[in-house]
C-alpha cells in the first residue's frame, strides 16, 4: 500500500523560508519521479516541482529562483525547501506521485504566509 506522509508546514511571515518533507512508503521509491503540488482556496491544484528519478528537476514559473525540490533515496523522502516566501504562496501542499495508471496524494501540510 503506498502511502505518502508530509509535513514540516506552518505559519511564517513573509520572505521567510519553510522545508517539507514527504515520507513515502509501499513503492520502490528511487525508481518514481516524485511531485510537489499545491492548492489555494478557490483556486485550482497546481504543480508546482517536479523531481524524476535521475533528480532532474522542473518548477513551476511561481517557484522558480525560490523553491528547491530535491529526494533522499536512503530515506524514501522528498523535500521542497521554500525560501522568499510571499502570501500568495499560502495553500496545502500535496506530495504526489504516479504509478501506472494510479496518482498517489499525501493528505497534504499547510503552508500560511502572513505577518
Known amino acids: 500500500q503506498v502511502q505518502l506522509v508530509e509535513s514540516g508546514g506552518g505559519l511564517v511571515q513573509p520572505g521567510g523560508s519553510l522545508r517539507l518533507s514527504c515520507a513515502a512508503s509501499?513503492?520502490?521509491?528511487?525508481?518514481?519521479?516524485m511531485n510537489w503540488y499545491r492548492q489555494a482556496p478557490g483556486k485550482q491544484r497546481e504543480l508546482v516541482a517536479i523531481?524524476?528519478?535521475?533528480?532532474?528537476?522542473t518548477y513551476a514559473d511561481s517557484a522558480k529562483g525560490r523553491f528547491t525540490i530535491s529526494r533522499d533515496n536512503t530515506k524514501n523522502t522528498v523535500y521542497l525547501q521554500m525560501d522568499s516566501l510571499k502570501p500568495e504562496d499560502t495553500a496545502v501542499y500535496l506530495c504526489?506521485?504516479?504509478?501506472?495508471?494510479?496518482?498517489?496524494w499525501g493528505q497534504g501540510t499547510q503552508v500560511t504566509v502572513s505577518s
Open positions: 523531481i524524476t528519478s535521475s533528480g532532474t528537476t
Open positions: 504526489n506521485t504516479v504509478r501506472g495508471s494510479v496518482r498517489y
Open positions: 509501499g513503492i520502490i521509491f528511487s525508481i518514481y519521479a
